[in-house]
């Protein structure tokens, strides 16, 4: 890969899926993890191949410490440090707090927060050594505006914004940037699980009256990404329509 190539962790799905086309359309090299959709994945790849754009997929879940390694350093070898990382793998497994079981617990805190920690610190050095780039979280509202059934799932968006604070001013002398994204509701699988009514709800909170698309999130990294975002850093971008205004 000659031009800047980015990480996306969990890149075959939804806001990932999206990122990982946008970015390569930008004129990026892409490098994504999937962890149980092949198909898809494979797609993509396909796909961004025949229009001439370079891009790789691993099966990987990023929340276990060896396989984020042996893609490291697989990536670095191949490809060199990344231009940038793209957190953006997680799960959600909604149920009323005083219901949660603690397997069930750790296991968003590992897909959503453990992964970030992971990863981030096995690409660091070569982004370092480099001595340019970007780190992105894929937050969410949540994070600061409470849901029902979401104490597991905003537990985990709220750490990535303290992550992004502090990694900001621990990177920025290396000339790294470090932001976040916080989508609210947007359009994907997991919005299509809520039920009607919760749906409607939710759409009468949106001051812009309709719920954001992954092309919206997707234009926004690219934007943290580019020149626009070469003074910015240790910032989340809310991208709600509104919502949490």
């Known amino acids: 890969m000659e031009n800047k190539w980015v990480f996306v962790s969990g890149g075959s799905r939804g806001i990932g899926a999206e990122i990982v086309s946008e970015l390569a359309k930008n004129g990026f090299d892409i490098v994504f993890t999937y962890k149980n959709s092949k198909k898809q994945a494979l797609e993509i790849c396909e796909s961004l191949t025949s229009q001439g754009k370079q891009c790789k997929a691993y099966q990987c879940d990023v929340s276990i410490a060896n396989e984020v390694n042996h893609v490291v350093s697989e990536c670095v070898s191949l490809f060199g440090a990344p231009y940038a990382i793209i957190n953006n793998a997680g799960i959600v497994k909604d149920n009323l707090f005083i219901h ?48 029902i059934g979401q104490v597991n799932y905003a537990a985990t968006k709220a750490a990535m914004i303290g992550m992004t604070h502090s990694l900001a001013v621990e990177l920025g002398r290396f000339n790294i940037r470090v932001n976040s994204i916080a989508p609210g509701l947007i359009e994907t699988d997991m919005s299509k699980n809520l039920s009607s009514s919760a749906y409607k ?45």
């Open 100 to 147: 949660i079981e603690e397997e069930t617990w750790l296991e968003v805190m590992n897909n959503n927060v453990l992964s970030s920690y992971l990863v981030n610190q096995a690409f660091l050095p070569h982004m370092i050594s480099r001595g340019d780039g970007c780190i992105l979280f894929i937050s969410s509202v949540t994070a600061f505006k409470g849901n």
């Open 201 to 245: 709800n939710m759409l009468k909170k949106i001051p812009l009256g309709r719920i954001g698309s992954t092309k919206d999130v997707a234009m926004s990294v690219n934007f943290l990404l580019g020149s626009g975002g070469d003074y910015i850093t240790g910032q989340t971008l809310v991208i709600d329509g509104g919502m949490s205004a």
